[in-house]
RNA sequence: GUGGGUGUAGCUCAGUUGGUUAGAGCGCCAGGUUGUGGCCCUGGAGGUCGCGGGUUCGAUUCCCGUCAUUCACCCCA
């Protein structure tokens, strides 16, 4: 495999021009939606001070812990590669007084993110994020308009047999009760979980709801539910949400194990299921984090938003075979004989492609046998062929390469024939 | 960070119970057709058998180490 003296450190990659095809075709959706619903692009830097992840995404979090890709720069200033956009957005917010725009102010990004991770199969330590935020509401409608579109990206690309999962973890005036109740509750069965458990019973109890072993699955079972802890402004938010679903028809699992890793969530939170990709099979996650401004030296300002993951759909969409694509082809392709053959030939492209007809030549001196193989690889619709004696009748030969005919054209009727 | 799999041609992989010139299919280049692709036929280019060490008369094959890669766990997009 490896020929050169280097190859690209592990867990980053190559998008490959044949895969391209597949990554227009995401953008494309991704910019139909964000028109759709009124969102508009924020670029960020790709790295920002690290204090803002460590507080804006949390300390006892895996990315914080243990994800990030943090460096000093030559000022000996801490700098972090992003691992998400959320914290940046928010950050971008503040500093940009955005706060005067009309509210909800609604903001996507595209780009790549970082986390230094073991790499496997959808997992990459850079890779790309479709981001949304809408910021300054509280109004359930407004994550019904989230989520909405992360419906909409997923039926415009083709997608079925995805599984939305919701769920809604409080807010501060409930969450500490529940806390209580859980932490309670497991440590009275400190003995029968399992390792694991018995240290995010410290560090992080909500993720002892999500723990997958088998020893642990009867404690989940019976143990308190978020849902039973909710205060009445949580409980209302999420069953207004959910109407806005029903009425929409949207299917989603209720998932009260489902508590997401950043610590900046509250109340609805929600993920994004797709098959085909391995055991990583979250195309998207997302929710409301209406305390982080706050965290972030900001006055109180809400917000909801979400992310995909770019190279996760493109997978998934490879995965689905009514879904696959082919790579693009040129329109016409030029084989030629002689010097003054490929002069005309020069000539008639620049009048093809200003026409918006896309051609190409085959270059260097090879024979005609050699030109036709080239311009069936790439697939072209036509070659046009110019010798010696196209070149004294001032036609070419044009032949339809999927049904094997071809004609004698006119210079000046080309651009009219093949744009027909 | 933990655990398993795999490293032989550009790609996918055979192979050698350790033996001298390492194979296939696909791909690539050329010819069969001195003006024509896809199919077919013929030929050609291309390999430090991941790297280092050990055992051996001899290692691509056995052993150790190392690096890379891959899948999974953790967690997430």
Redesign the pocket.
């Known amino acids: 495999?490896?020929?050169g003296l280097f190859?690209?450190?592990?867990?980053v990659?190559d998008i490959l021009p044949e895969d391209q095809v597949y990554w227009r075709r995401v953008e494309d959706a991704i910019r139909k939606i964000v028109d759709l619903y009124g969102y508009e692009r924020l670029d960020l830097p790709v790295f920002e001070d690290t204090g803002l992840f460590r507080r804006g995404v949390g300390e006892a979090?895996?990315?914080v812990e243990?994800?990030m890709y943090t460096f000093k720069d030559k000022g000996d200033k801490s700098i972090t590669l992003r691992p998400?956009f959320t914290a940046g957005v928010m950050r971008s917010f503040i500093q940009n007084s955005m706060d005067q725009l009309p509210k909800p102010t609604k903001l996507y990004n595209i780009g790549q993110v970082f986390?230094y991770?073991?790499?496997?199969?959808?997992?990459?330590?850079q890779?790309y994020?479709f981001n949304v935020e809408a910021l300054g509401e509280v109004d359930p409608a407004l994550d019904f308009e989230i989520m909405s579109m992360a419906y909409h990206l997923y039926d415009e690309l083709g997608f079925e047999n995805l599984s939305f999962q919701i769920n809604s973890i409080g807010c501060p005036h409930c969450r500490p009760g529940f806390h209580e109740q859980l932490t309670s509750y497991y440590k009275q069965r400190f003995n029968d979980i399992c390792t694991?458990c018995q240290t995010?019973l410290d560090k992080n109890p909500l993720?002892l709801l999500?723990?997958?072993?088998e020893q642990c699955q009867p404690i989940i079972e019976v143990a308190p539910s978020m849902a039973d802890c909710l205060c009445d402004e949580c409980r209302d938010h999420f069953k207004t949400l959910r109407r806005y679903l029903d009425d929409a028809g949207r299917l989603y699992t209720v998932n009260h194990r489902m508590?997401?890793?950043?610590d900046y969530y509250t109340k609805t939170v929600f993920?994004?299921w797709a098959q085909g990709i391995?055991?990583?099979?979250?195309?998207?996650?997302?929710g409301r984090y209406d305390g982080l401004s706050e965290i972030l030296g900001g006055k109180p300002m809400p917000g909801i938003g979400f992310?995909?993951?770019i190279?996760?759909i493109v997978m998934s969409l490879q995965a689905q075979d009514h879904l696959k694509l082919s790579r693009p082809a040129p329109q016409a392709f030029f084989v030629t004989?002689g010097a003054g053959a490929k002069e005309q030939a020069v000539r008639l492209i620049i009048e093809l492609r200003n026409a918006g007809i896309s051609a190409m030549l085959a270059f260097g001196d090879?024979?005609?046998?050699?030109q036709?193989?080239?311009?069936?690889?790439r697939r072209t619709r036509f070659?046009i062929?110019?010798?010696?004696?196209?070149l004294e009748g001032q036609y070419v030969?044009v032949?339809n390469?999927?049904?094997?005919s071809?004609e004698n054209v006119p210079w000046s009727e080309l651009v009219e024939y093949i744009g027909k």
């Open positions: 495999m490896a020929k190859q690209s450190p592990k867990g990659r979090t895996d990315i243990k994800e998400e986390r991770e073991r790499p496997q199969a959808g997992r990459f330590r890779f994020q694991d995010r993720r999500d723990c997958k072993r508590v997401r890793g950043l993920e994004v391995g055991a990583q099979n979250a195309v998207c996650g997302g992310a995909a993951g190279d996760r004989q090879r024979s005609f046998k050699a036709f193989k080239e311009a069936d690889k070659t062929v110019i010798g010696e004696g196209e030969t032949k390469m999927s049904e094997s071809q």
